[in-house]
């Protein structure tokens, strides 16, 4: 994550899609049958074999074996506990300013699961709800962990991707391949297929100074690569609904408000959630004001938060709406040796992680025909 730039513009390309239309709040029921995250989940002990978290508190940097270590625990984690997601990379090289002409390795992982009719009709049939962070780390200053930064908001999606995985399979049919015909489940809201995926991206933090072109290479990749003819989507940029993007999270009391005029009925979905998860008394944090406090203002009364420089910048270049969880301010440790383990909020992060899977739950449309 980098500094707030004052003088890189917003440009929202897309044009106010018909996404708004209403899509059935997830029933309260839904909520309650949310499996919280287990203790051991977010432990940052490295010597809990179960955590989702603590294999990621190491130096993440690209080229380095502890970024290969994070990798590693991605693929297992998603092999043996996901087996339906379907894995994928786009791995490039690219010099740094700190590295001179060496070549350094960038790959993202891609972690796809969409209904299984679209998957048998062939490639870019599905819409997907597209959920990011990066798993990289920044070269400096030397043994930097970024745990808020984003080894937790990692860990939070790979929890995400396990608890809405036990809907999906539901509402979707069997493990086995699921339901050949096309039914109305996982029909979205405008009528289309509804997949998720989420998106590990590496080469954010750059090793001394970000450029523009950093992030660049899956957004560009995506773009260049033409579906067949028939698909639905034109490309997979093309099947991106909405970008949500996490990051800095897992300090106490953030505040993450609405950025973007386009997105913010989206944001609006996510605070009620919120709003509601905390009624129910499924969050374990109590703060003052709420993670996403902008739920109640109109999309013209909020103010221009500027524009914060992250992941979504080529992806939203290119079209996407961006639905970005980050805090302003930053969180005390960012960028510090402190942003580690024993700095994190857990709780925080626990309710993260139960904010994100309830989103996830209400856009698949989980809930339909529940109550
Ligand atoms: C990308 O790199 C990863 C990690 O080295 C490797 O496992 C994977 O096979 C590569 N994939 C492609 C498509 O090049
Ligand atoms: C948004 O809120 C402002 C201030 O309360 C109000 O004047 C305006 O009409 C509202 N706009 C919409 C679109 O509801
Ligand atoms: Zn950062």
């Known amino acids: 994550m980098r500094l707030l730039s004052t003088t890189t513009p917003v440009v929202v390309l ?22 919280p995250p287990l203790p051991t989940d977010f432990d940052i ?27 590693e ?42 209904p299984p009719w679209t998957k048998k009709r062939g490639p870019g049939q599905a819409s997907l709800l597209t959920l990011v962070a990066h798993y990289d780390s920044k070269i400096e200053p030397k043994g930097f962990i970024g745990a808020t930064d984003s080894a937790g908001p ?4 790979m929890y995400t991707a396990r608890e809405i995985e036990k809907e999906l399979v539901k509402m979707w049919g069997a493990q086995d391949g699921g339901k050949v015909e096309e039914g109305e489940e996982g029909k979205g809201k405008r009528g289309e297929d509804v997949g998720v995926q989420i998106l590990l991206l590496d080469g954010e933090e750059a090793f001394d100074r ?14 260049a690569n033409p579906y067949p003819a028939m698909s639905k989507f034109k490309n997979p940029m093309r099947q991106i609904s909405l970008f949500v993007l996490l990051d800095l ?28 998860m905390r009624q129910m008394g499924i969050l374990k944090t109590s703060p003052k004001e709420p993670f996403l406090p902008d739920g109640g203002k109109n999309s013209t009364q909020f103010e221009s938060q500027g524009f914060v420089g992250d992941d979504h910048v080529p992806f939203m270049a290119r079209g996407a709406p961006v639905l970005h969880l980050i805090p302003t301010p930053f969180p005390r440790v960012w960028h ?19 904010l994100v899977t309830g989103f996830v739950l209400e856009w698949m449309d989980v809930g339909k025909g529940k109550s």
Request: with cysteine; proline share 9%.
């Open 14 to 35: 897309l044009p106010l899609l018909s996404l708004t239309t209403a899509y059935t709040p997830l029933p309260d029921s839904l909520f309650s049958s949310i499996t």
């Open 154 to 157: 990692c860990a939070v999606l």
């Open 336 to 354: 510090t040796m402190e942003d580690d383990g024993e700095h994190l909020d857990i709780e925080t992060l626990r309710d993260w992680a139960m």
């Open 45 to 71: 002990l490295p010597s809990q074999p179960l955590s989702l978290l603590s294999p990621l508190l190491i130096p993440r940097v690209p080229g380095t074996p502890g970024q290969i270590r994070a990798q």
């Open 73 to 114: 625990h991605f693929i297992k984690f998603f092999t043996k506990n996901l087996p339906e997601w379907e894995i994928s990379w786009q791995n490039s090289t690219g010099t740094t300013p700190v590295t001179g002409d060496k070549q350094v390795p960038f790959q993202n992982i891609i972690l796809r699961r969409e």
């Open 210 to 223: 970000w450029t523009d072109t950093d992030s660049l290479s899956l957004a560009q990749h995506w773009e």
């Open 249 to 276: 999270l897992g300090s106490a009391s953030p505040r993450v408000p609405s950025y973007f005029q386009s997105t913010h009925w989206a944001y609006q979905r996510m605070a009620s959630i919120e709003g509601r």
